[in-house]
Nanobody, 116 residues
């Protein structure tokens, strides 16, 4: 059974940094893409960043220049390095994986709070 385990969330002051990790296991078919979405109460889920099997990355305009995404393909792990964090980055961040059949898997979410 597929499982995505996220870690790295927490409380940070504005301008600080956090690094999220997501390790995927139990996915039978090759992974086409991994990424991160975030959601705040009352708002729709927002794409934050994605990275394809080929290494192509995509970022939300709101995080460009501040966030980077990377992966360890051998370990089916994706990382989100978040720098220069702002209060508006506060959200629950969800890991997302798309396999070779186009199926989507989600992590349980990790809270990121940016506050002084």
């Amino acid at each position: 059974q597929a499982q995505l385990v996220e870690s790295g969330g927490g409380l940070v002051q504005p301008g600080g940094s956090l690094r999220l990790s997501c390790a995927a296991s139990g996915i039978r078919f090759s992974i086409n893409a991994m990424g991160w979405y975030r959601q705040t109460p009352g708002k729709q889920s927002e794409l934050v960043a994605t990275i394809t099997r080929g290494g192509t990355t995509n970022f939300a305009d709101s995080v460009k220049g501040r966030f980077t995404i990377s992966r360890d393909a051998a370990k089916n792990t994706v990382f989100l390095q978040m720098n220069s964090l702002k209060p508006e980055d506060t959200a629950v961040y969800y890991c997302n994986v798309v396999d070779g059949l186009g199926r989507t898997f989600w992590g349980q979410g990790t809270q990121v709070t940016v506050s002084s």
